[in-house]
Each structure stands twice: as C-alpha cells, then as structure tokens.
C-alpha cells in the first residue's frame, strides 16, 4: 500500500510537473503571440508613415502637373491662336513675319507633343503608384484581419476547450505554436514585401523627379518661344497699317468697330501717344518714325489734309515688353474745307483725353501767333468735366484736371534760329518755358495773350520741347519724304528726330485713370466709345462717368474671372468624396482666397463693394453645389463598397446556410465582419454612417426571418433571452450611431462657421490693403499739387515785393530831394528847425518805409510850415488879446 500510494505520488508529481511545464511554455506562447501583435501594430504603424508621405509626394507632383498643364494649354491655346493666323494671312497673301518663319517656332510642336507625352506617361505612373499603396494597405488590412480573427479562435478554443485543456494539456499549446507560426511567417513575408514596395516606391518616384525636371525644362524652353511669338503677334495683330480709330464724316464722329476689336485684344498697359498740330505740318511723319516705319500713316505733299478723324497704329513697345504703344495720328486743325471750327475742338479734346502724351506739332517759332493758334487749350475746360455733379470749371482750378492730364510735348518744325536769350545759349525747355511766360500788367489785351500760356502752365505740369531743323532743302525731296532715304536727309534733322523717338520710347508714361489704375488695350476702346458717345449727345465728356462706365463692365468681367477661378481650382483639388467636411473646407478657403486675390487684382472702383459682396454670394453657392456633389460622391462610393462587402453575406443568405440551429449567431458574426471592414474602407466620406445605417435598417427584416427560424431550431427560452439581448445591443449600437451623426453634423456646422468667419475676415484685410494704397496714392497726387502752387506762387510773390522795393527807393530818393531843396531856401532857421525834428520824431517811432510813406512828397514839408506858423500868430494874437483884456479891466475899474 504504501509503495502504490509512494508511486501515485509520483505520478501525480509527474503530472503536475507536466502541467506547470506547459503552463508556463504557454505563458511564453501567448507572450511570443503579443509581441508578435505590436510587431505587427508597428509595422502598420510604420506603412501609415510612410503612405502619407508619399500620398503628400503624389499630391505635390499633381500640382506640380496641374501646373504644366495650365502652361502646356496656354501654348497650345497659343499655338492655335498663330494657326489660325497664319491660315488668315496664307489666304489673304500676306507676308508672314520673321519671327514666325524661325526655327524655332517651326520645332515647337515637336516639343509640344513630346511635353505632352511626358506628362501622360507621369500620370500613368502616378496612378500606377496610388494602385499599388491601395494594395499594399489592402494586403495590411487582411493579414490584421486575420490576426483578429485568428485571436477570437483562440479564445473560442480556449473557453471552449477549457475542459479539455487538463486532460490534453498538449492541445492549446499546439494551437498556439501553430497560430505563432503563422503569424511570424505572415510578418516575414509582409516585411520582405513592404521593403520591396518601398524601395520600388522610391526608386520611381526618382523617376518621376527626372521626368518632371526634363518637362519643366522643355516648358521653359516652349515658354521664351512663346515669349517671342507675342512680340511678333503684338506687332502683327492685324496691324501691318494703322487703322481709324474715330471717323468723322461729315462733322460727326463715329468710332469704328474693327479698331475696338483690336484693341479688345490687346491685355497689356498702353502707352498712348497722340499729336495734334495745324493740317499739313509733318504729324504723320514723325508718327512713322515712332512706328518704325516709313509708311503707314498718310504723308501728304498737297494743300489738302490727308487724315480725317483719329487713327490708331498698335506696336510692340521697343524698351518696354509688358507695355504696347499705341499711336494716334490726329486730323489736322484749322483746315479750310471744314466750316465748323468745334470739330477742331473736339478733335483736340479727344487726343487729351486718350493720351499718355500728347504732342503738339507747330512750324518755325514758338510766338504770339503760335500761342494764339492754340486757343483749344483754353477751351478745355469747357469740353471737359472730371465730375458729373460739377458745374464748368475754371482755369483757376486746375488740380483735377492735372491728375488726369497727359505730358506736353511742343514740337517745332523747320526752325531755323539759334537757341540763345539775352546774348546766352539756352535749351530747347528752356526756349519753351521762356515762351510761356506771362506778359506784365492787367489789361484786357495782356488777359488774353496770358490765357493760352496760363492754361498750358496750369494744366501740363509736365512739359518738354523739341526743335527740329528742315528734313532737307530739296523741294522734290519734301514732296516724297516717306520714299527718301535716310542718307539723303539732313543729319542735325536725324538726330533731332532720334532724340525724341528716344524721350517717348524712355519717358512716355503708362496711361493711367484716377487713382493710378492702368489702362489696357480694352479699356482704352471703352474710355473711346463712352467719349464720342458723350459728344455725340450734345453733352460734355465726363471722366467720372467714362470711369463708372468702365468700372461697371471689369468689375463684372473681373467677378466672373475670379468666380470660374474658384470652380476650376475647387475641380482641380478636391478628391471627391472628401474624406472629411473640413478638408473640404480648407481646400474652399484656399480657393477662395485665390478668387478673392484675383477679383482684386482686376477690379477697381468698386467702393461700395457691390461686386465683392455678389462675388461672395456666388462663391458661397458654388459652395454648397460642392458640399452637395460631395455627400452624392460619398454616398455613391459607401454603397459600391457596401455592396462589394454584402455579396457573400447575400449568397449565403440565398443558400440557406443560416437556416441552422445557431443560424442567427452566424448570421450576426457574419453582419459584424462586414461592419469591421466597411469602417476600415479609407476616404469613405462624410456620408458613410447614414449609408451603413440605411443598410442595417434594410437588414432588420432578413434578422428577423432568421431569428424566427432559428428559434423554431433551438431552445425557446434561450433563443429568447438572447434576442433580447441581441435587442438591446443593437438598439445601443443605433442610438450611438445617431448620436455620432448629431455630433457629426454639430463639428460641420462648427467648421462652417469657423471657414466662413476667415473668409469674411479676408475680405476685411483685402479690401483694407486696397484702401490704403488708393489713400496713399491721392495724398501723394495732393501733395505733389501742393508743391508745384507754392512753388508758383513763392515766384509770383517774390516779383511783386521786387517791384514794389524798387518803387519804394524812388520815393526814398525823391523825398531826400525834396529835403535837400528845402533846406536850401530863404526858409527861417526856426521853421527848419521844427521840421527836422518832427521829421527825427516820426523816423525814430516808424520803420523807414512807413516814415517814408509818411513823408512822400512835398505837400507834408508845407504842412509843416504851414503849421508852425499858424501857432507862431495864434500864441501872439493870444497874449495881445489878453493884454488889452487886462488893459480894459484895469482901466474901467
């Protein structure tokens, strides 16, 4: 007995020791097992990083092609524009340009295509490149998938092998072996695989990095082509010839259409030169020297003026690529066969108003005839307002038309005399300023003959001359100008003419409205039409509403460019559907911004903000259409993959393999799967609870169906108490669902606010900077016309006290005289004596200009004498009075 219980003992030792054996390999089965998991959490850990690195990577080459795209397709819109052109001009037989015969414009559309094969196959590759991380993160998602899974099963074969576990304690620990197995061989394998991946991953996009250096370049070298096909298609927009701008026929101006369309076309700032001058003095001359040309305008060589109306030349500005000259080439005053000289008046006005710089062209000398043929200058302000609400302005308030007001140029032709005044060599402005200069005293003729100097003083700030000696003395030579040779022409006249094409090509200025806003091509055929319709009305051209006018049809042009600027990047950078409504918030206040950035570039004048505000509104319904498109670009994406997700549930719901005892429990295991991976399917969008919600909802009745089969399977009671249970669980899982939708919804609308508080907030800074520039811009104008009255009147005032001091010594010297003679009369000592000394007594109390106006003239010295000796016969006749007086008193008392 006591060797078999000694032996049970020993048995019993030996299980124990067993046990404990495999309990503790257990233990490190189940430790192996965790570590494997967080190998496995931070691998993923790890992919995550680094596929939002390379999702950040994709996104900066889409916008880095986004933005070759937007050059490729200005080139090509380019290059059909010079097609088309070149087309036009091979069917009218015209010359095509140098430019357009080089090389290079001949290679371009090689280039063209091959930039744009290059940027299809990058975006091949990055397409290429997003397939491959969604399945490198759908490989991820199956093996945690199936870490998951194979975790449950063994809880399940632990809880229910619990029994079994003591008398087969080698079966969980073979379980786990061969799930640890699993799972270190499944993360080997992923790990080999994700280091291929990624070295594959860099390894292209170094690729894509060449690629896109080798477009860029490509771009860049399309891009100077393209620079210089502008430059010939600036001088080459249907402008081989100027064309009229403004008709007049019969006294009646007319604007000609096919001169607006030009210059509709043309985007850049102008610089507006226009001359005006007596009929048949050589205008037309000089503006095809500006042009480059010697033909264009018509050059005549008859009594009869050869241009009518105002007529227009666009070229490419030789100093200035960002600009376009444009010239105007004016009808000649004063020609006889007209019989209305207010045409010549409005002729005058028209070029003032139009012009950057206006030059004026004149013969021989700047004299009193010269200056009295210019009396439309003194008419201006007659055929000119710069407010609607005013009244005609005077001469004497100059300052709002002088801020409006182009440069004067004099231009004297076939001048024959020497620069000198007084014996001394003078230049040519100073010849001009000698010129104006008003002529002394205040009668009516000095009035008038200082009136046209008086308004070019007052109006042009800004003023130059130039003298130009005759072209040659050859009458045949004259008569054909345009066909002579340079050669042939005089060399002083050469260089005279040089010098000014050099001073317009430096210093002609950018036509500017108010507030120093640019005139470009289509602005100034705007300003055009508003002028001549102004006159053709009988009323009087008004910048302000030239201004409105304009400010109306841009600020509109500029709130629709702004508004299909915000659609189009809104288009290009929202992947719909939008993994969050504030993502796509931050991509509409980026865009917005941009918008806003652009409406502010191309407007002005909006000072009540009109258009900004209808500019907002359309952004924020644009808005909304996005957040619209995007809940149906979500919701379609979340029902696709729940139906992807679904089939098999559907099959086996199909078969019947849920019409088992415990069909129910497989039927939830199986709906609980497909719940775990719906909510891992990324970018699902803001509409993918409602869309799972709207699938359990069409699932309850098919829950139903099983239950109620399931129950006729297995235990009442149990079945029961389970969906009750189930009930519950479920009714939780709903009410948690629809509060996590409320709070969905509150986080939206917060993130609205938040998004429309900063774009309210960027419409304050925009508009502020704007006024402060616009501010900035008048005080200085203000000051700068301050400056130039003070400086007017500080010489006005110094010539009035010269003359008046000059006046002032005369008397002086007159008055000493007089002194001096009076002194030498047959006057009594005492009678000299009195006047010398009242006369010390008022120099010491006065200064000596106000005794010496005291003292003038000869009448004040008579005064004097005159007052002496009336006090001299009054004190006697007082004393004899008084001694009769006492004489009688005494004698009669």
């Keep these: 007995m006591t060797e078999e219980r000694r032996e049970r003992e020993r048995t019993s030792t030996a299980e124990q020791d067993k046990r404990e054996t495999s309990g503790g390999e257990k233990v490190l089965l189940k430790q192996h097992i965790k570590k494997l998991q967080h190998k496995l959490v931070n691998q993923e850990n790890v992919f995550q990083g680094f596929r939002a690195k390379m999702t950040l990577e994709i996104r900066e080459r889409k916008k880095l092609l986004r933005n070759m795209d937007e050059r490729i397709e200005a080139i090509e819109s380019f290059l059909g524009i010079t097609k088309k052109r070149k087309k036009c001009c091979v069917k009218n037989g015209d010359p095509l340009r140098d430019a357009e015969k080089s090389p290079a ?44 899974d194979g975790g449950r099963e063994m809880k399940t074969t632990s809880a229910g092998d619990k029994g079994e576990a003591s008398a087969f304690p080698g079966r969980e620990k073979e379980l786990l072996e061969q799930h640890a197995k699993a799972l270190q061989q499944d993360l080997e394998d992923q790990e080999e695989a994700f280091r291929r991946f990624r070295a594959q991953m860099i390894e292209e996009i170094r690729e894509i990095e060449t690629a896109q250096r080798q477009m860029d370049e490509r771009i860049k070298i399309l891009e100077e082509i393209l620079l210089g096909y502008q430059v010939a298609m600036a001088s080459a927009l249907n402008m081989t010839d100027p064309i009229c701008l403004i008709e007049n026929n019969n006294e009646l101006l007319s604007v000609n259409q096919e001169a607006l369309e030009i210059l509709e076309k043309i985007s850049q700032p102008v610089v507006v030169v226009a001359i005006v001058g007596l009929y048949r003095t050589g205008k037309s001359y000089l503006m095809n020297r500006l042009a480059g040309r010697n033909h264009g305008f018509r050059v005549g060589s008859t009594v009869q003026s050869e241009t009518k109306g105002i007529w227009m030349w666009c070229v490419p500005h030789p100093s200035k690529p960002d600009r376009t000259l444009v010239l105007l080439d004016t009808e000649g005053l004063g020609d006889v066969e007209k019989g209305d000289s207010k045409n010549d008046s409005w002729i005058f006005a028209l070029a003032v ?35 609607s609400s005013s009244e005609n302005d005077g001469v004497e308030d100059c300052t709002e038309f002088v801020s409006f007001f182009p440069d004067f140029i004099w231009i004297v032709r076939d001048f024959t005399l020497d620069l000198k005044l007084h014996g001394h060599p003078v230049t040519e402005d100073e010849y001009l300023e000698n010129a104006l200069k008003l002529i002394p005293g205040n009668n009516p003729k000095a009035q008038i003959s200082n009136l046209p100097r008086e308004c070019i003083r007052n109006f042009f700030p800004k003023r130059k001359c130039f003298v130009f000696d005759r072209p040659t003395d050859k009458k045949n030579l004259l008569a054909s100008i345009e066909n002579v040779s340079e050669d042939q022409l005089d060399p002083d006249f050469l260089e005279q003419a040089n010098n000014f094409c050099s001073y317009i090509f430096t210093n002609a200025k950018t036509k500017t409205l108010s507030d120093g806003i640019p005139v470009t091509g289509k602005r100034l055929g705007i300003l055009v039409v508003a002028y001549v319709d102004a006159i053709n009305t009988g009323d009087v051209p008004c910048l302000e509403n030239a201004v409105a006018t304009l400010a109306q049809l841009e600020n509109s042009a500029a709130m629709q460019k702004a508004a299909d600027h915000y659609s189009e990047q ?25 918008a806003i950035a652009v409406f502010m570039e191309h407007s002005f004048k909006d000072d009540t903000q009109e258009f900004q505000k209808m500019l907002v509104e359309i952004i924020k319904n644009k808005k909304e259409g996005f957040v619209l498109q995007n809940e149906e670009a979500s919701a379609k994406y979340c029902q696709e993959k729940l139906d992807q997700l679904s089939e098999t549930l559907v099959e086996c719901i199909s078969a019947g393999m849920f019409s088992v005892p415990g069909g129910h429990e497989l039927y939830r295991r199986a709906k609980q799967r497909l719940e775990w991976d719906y909510c891992h399917v990324l970018r699902k969008g803001v509409q993918a609870d409602k869309v799972l ?40 899982a709903q009410e948690r669902l629809k509060q996590e939708l409320l709070n969905q919804k509150l986080q939206e609308q917060e993130q609205q606010l938040a998004a429309q508080k900063g774009s309210f907030q960027e419409n304050i800074d925009q508009l502020r900077k704007k006024l402060e520039r616009e501010l900035e811009y008048r005080l200085r104008e203000q000051n700068m016309m ?34 001096a003679g009076t002194d030498s009369d047959d006057t009594h000592w005492v009678v000299k004596a009195f006047v010398n000394f009242v006369i010390r007594i008022i120099s010491a109390i006065f200064p000596r200009n106000t005794s010496t106006l005291f003292v003038r003239n000869t009448m004040y010295v008579f005064w004097l004498r005159g007052f002496f000796w009336g006090a001299f016969f009054h004190f006697l006749f007082f004393w004899v009075c008084n001694l009769i007086f006492y004489i009688c008193f005494y004698y009669y008392s």
């Design 693 to 732: 919600q709207r699938f359990l909802q069409a699932q309850v009745a098919t829950e139903k169906s099983i239950l109620q089969t399931d129950k006729a399977l297995t235990d009442g009671q149990k079945a029961i108490a389970e969906e009750r249970a189930r009930k519950e669980a479920a009714e939780k």
């Design 786 to 819: 301050l400056e130039r009255k003070l400086k007017t009147q500080e010489v006005l005032l110094g010539k009035v006290f010269e003359r008046r001091s000059e006046k002032m010594n005369a008397e002086i010297d007159h008055l000493r005289n007089i002194i």
């Design 570 to 594: 809104m288009a290009q950078r929202l992947d719909l559907p939008a993994d969050t409504y504030l993502e796509l918030l931050e991509v509409h206040a980026d865009c917005e911004c941009e």
């Design 105 to 148: 414009g001949a290679g371009e559309p090689a280039n063209l295509e091959a930039a744009q094969r290059e940027k299809e196959l990058l975006l091949q590759k990055m397409m290429e490149l997003e397939r491959r991380l969604d399945d490198h993160e759908r490989i991820l998602e199956e093996l945690r998938g199936r870490m998951t």
């Design 353 to 387: 108003l139009l012009s950057s710089v206006f030059v004026y062209n004149s013969t021989n000398t700047i004299n009193h005839q010269a200056l009295e043929q210019l009396h439309y200058v003194t008419e201006l302000t007659e055929l000119i307002r710069t407010k």
